[in-house]
DNA sequence: AAACTCTGTGTAAGTGCTTACATTTCACAA
DNA sequence: TTGTGAAATGTAAGCACTTACACAGAGTTT
């Protein structure tokens, strides 16, 4: 069944049928009332291919992001789905991993699907804050379709990025642990993405304001699984450590099983604030406090900016967001 | 850049252009090498929409699940992807709810997309045991190309099952809770689903086995997230409940929750069994008993019968894995 | 009544690829 | 030298749509 066909049993020539798929003004209500009834009938469904050629875009959106599985960018791209099928857009997925070579093979492939936008999820995506070679490939996409960046920053020409102020955000937790008398912060991190860098900086910083000199035995990288977190802390803790950030829940989760195993109280000896307010984070005694980073607002940010350059306006290159923290069980404030 | 140009530059035609692009044996070593080295200088890349209007399909798969930024889902999502990417198909995602309508017109929608196969995950596209006419639309589905269902069973030509054991599953479950000793054994869940009463029903002949009387008191219905669960459990909680067997590890840490709430010891007291071993389950202290449902196992699954439709070989149209109770703090065996 | 709009519809030329079929080329046997 | 068949390449007809341009017919204007 195909646009063929349905000219003929419409008594009309394929061009109107195709106008009327498109709801052309062109074509007299009349007209269009009869052929959409005859599409109906035949439940006649135009050829995305073909449409695709002709058109040079088949409504879709390209979607890379690290790792689905990981409940933060889940939640972003069931959201990006959601709303770009509103409308009707479809949704590809891509996970590209963290290596550079195959993230820049993920971007690469889905441009090739004549996507009409590029959304990356993650700050994976820029290298080192977005000014050096290593994000060139994202640089490169952007010159086909717009890109939208989801919590990382990327300069350049027709990108378009939304994040959280983690620099800003973290400070302010830190300071809360601060003030709470906390004098020994660990920046508790795994990945050392643009994101962390930011977090890090935000963390000296709000320890500089206090006065706290810095001590390069608290910015302690661990594994990435809680199990490996707890072991890695276990062995190398500094014993005076009164505070934790962590830069996701995971491993904020994994301090608090350590501080289980050896008997620290929490929080009453030391202070714990996760990243990401995820599920992981009620689900622990005490509940965990952790950074709500905002991510459907990014992805909304994202989309309204993505809709405003369809209507042919301007959008913002970067926008950003303040966290917000979630007061929960393993901090005193 | 398109093959005519290619064919120019390269001083062929078009046919033996397009030729190498599908890797033909028809092309002498000689013109596929000078006419690759074209097609890279000018990194020439085929067009995916006349490409697919010529062989009427693009290699792509779609997937359709009630939400991806649920966990299980999740992880199903990035494996299918992740597997399928190795073999060149690209991966079109849908978010369908649980609404019969809604699913219906994801599963509609994702069909025109002319896709090789569609991978349907959750029980929910199996209203009824996947008899009755609710499962239509996937019937359907199948008419147009293979439909794998993972964590669901739906009977029909061209629909390929892959689905854990959870009858048997949770009886073995409920089984060990008796064996604890437990006689007051709780049934937690929320949804409807086939695989939800496929647990009840496992639940039911465990007990029914042990001798002990079946209670409509302990088939207990409550809200799906955790605070809820609490909430529900702190308002009817009948007082004798000496064990929990809940349908997902959500539940489950929610009853964990009451437990502490109301000051009942677990394990000692009450024992707690939840569902997909999920992050959140060693999140818990303590930690969860959860039950394994294999999502990995019934994906590879899956996607072992796809290759082997492929090739022009038979599939096994439902393959049943037996999950595994991963043993931790909420219980005492 | 002729000239002129305007609206609605049709014609036909793309869009970039695949592939059946036709044709050329070439090695080798007769 | 010619003939033969296989291997390599080309030609052209799809594939199902969009859209610029052409044109017909109904009103309007003069």
Redesign the pocket.
Known sequence: M???DIAELA??????V??V??DS????D??KARVRKVMEENNYV??V???G???GTMKTIGIVCPDVSDAYMAKAVAYLEKNFREYGYDSILQCSGREYEDMRAAVANILNKKIDALFLIGSCYCVDGGDTAAADYVREAAKQVPVFVINGSISGDNIYCALCDDRETTAQAVRELIREGRRNILFLHHSDTFSARQKRSGYLSALAEAGIPENDNLLFHAREDIESVKQDLLAQCPPEVDGIFATNDRLAVGALKFARETGIRVPEELSIIGYDDSELAICCQPELTSIDSMGETLCRTSIDSMLRLLRGRKASPITYTKGTLRRRGTTRF
């Open positions: 195909n646009i063929y008594g009309v020539s394929i061009a109107t195709s106008r798929v498109n003004p062109l074509v007299s009349k007209t135009p050829n291919f073909a449409r050629l002709g058109l």
